[in-house]
């Protein structure tokens, strides 16, 4: 069971006012960094969703890494901060695409 933990980490990422074939999302990560020092590049975004909360909208992004590892990181637009929400199992992942 895989449970969820909020860890602010820092990201490197493109905030673009305009799409453009290099930028087909408003906020596309690149890399992000954990407190320890771990850093870990973003190969793919496979999924990214909007939710209110209270008074603020978080961005979350489901994404693999160049390691093969995939997280849910999030982006708190009131608070201006990255969160990584959980480390996601893989197989987790290929269930849920192939229920849908």
Known sequence: ?????LKK????????????????RRITPRSFAFQ??????ISEIRRSYTERVGD??????????????YFDIVYDSKK????MVV?????LLFDMKDEQ
């Open 87 to 91: 480390e996601l199992e893989e197989n």
């Open 36 to 41: 320890n020092g771990d850093i870990h590049r």
């Open 1 to 5: 069971m895989q449970r969820a933990e």
């Open 56 to 69: 603020t909208i978080h961005v979350h992004f489901v994404i693999r890494t160049k390691e093969d590892r």
């Open 9 to 24: 980490i820092n990201v490197l990422a493109l905030f673009a006012g305009f799409k453009s074939p290099s930028a087909r």
């Open 80 to 83: 201006m901060t990255w969160f």
